[in-house]
């Protein structure tokens, strides 16, 4: 079974920073893409960071210069690093992996249960 835990949410205040960590556990034989989403109440959920295996990077408009996304590959872990938080980056961030669980199968997607960030003073 595959399981992907975030952790590092909380509440900050404007101008603030929190790191976001995702660990992925269980039968895996290769990890792909992997990536940041987050919603907000009444919205949709959105990228805000994705990642490839070699390290090639993007990043919603939104954050571009305040967020960086990095991954340990032999860790299986990807993390999210959130500087100059403003009050619109509040909502539930969820952890993203495109995942092959056994050689020459199809990878699935899978999602965290996701953490909760605050940004208000």
């Known amino acids: 079974q595959v399981q992907l835990v975030e952790s590092g949410g909380g509440l900050v205040q404007p101008g603030g920073s929190l790191r976001l960590s995702c660990a992925v556990s269980?039968?895996?034989?290769?990890?792909?893409?992997m990536g940041w989403y987050r919603q907000a109440p009444g919205k949709q959920r959105e990228l805000v960071a994705g990642?490839?295996?070699?390290?090639?990077?993007n990043y919603a408009d939104s954050v571009k210069g305040r967020f960086t996304i990095s991954r340990d590959n032999a860790k299986n872990t990807v993390s999210l690093q959130m500087n100059s938080l403003k009050p619109e980056d509040t909502a539930v961030y969820y952890c993203?992996?495109?995942?092959?669980?056994?050689?020459?199968?199809?990878?699935?997607?899978?999602w965290g249960q996701g953490t909760q960030v605050t940004v208000s003073s």
């Open positions: 993203n992996a495109l995942i092959e669980k056994e050689y020459y199968t199809i990878a699935s997607n899978y």
């Open positions: 269980g039968k895996i034989f290769n990890i792909y893409d």
């Open positions: 990642i490839a295996k070699a390290g090639t990077t």
